[in-house]
């Protein structure tokens, strides 16, 4: 935890901690995520992205995670999109909101694949989401 008081707090898992940040992420916040999901995901980079989602998605298949996965995007969908999404998520519904979705998503798989997904697709999933949250791409996010 930094001076400021944020950070994880001691136990606390990246995927909690990404889950916690979501649900206090401001319109702003999530104008920021979708921006960085049309400049490091979209276009000319849409296929690296692309074959990043892939790798993670066969290596937790290979490993027999990909049950970790469906819960946690069930989740996150959860909060964005199903039922009654947070407010800030409602806001910036449409093109924005769909973005920055993307861009959580991308995230969140990254976690749950851990250090063992290869770190040029591991940073490519992170980075889109890290526009809001830096912490993403500092050090070596455990599962």
Known sequence: MDRDGYGAREGQTPVDRLLEDCRTLSPAGIERIAHGWLALAEGDRHAGYVAAERAALRLLEQEGRSPRW??????????????????????????T??????????????????PDLDRPHRETLLRPMAEALPWLLTGNLPV
Not at 70 to 93: F, K, M, S, V, Y
């Open 70 to 95: 469906d819960e946690l995007r069930d989740r996150l969908l959860g909060l964005t999109e199903r039922g009654t999404p947070l407010i800030a998520w409602r806001l910036e519904h449409g093109e």
């Open 97 to 114: 909101g769909h973005r920055a979705e993307r861009a959580l998503l991308g995230a969140a798989l990254a976690i749950v694949a851990g």
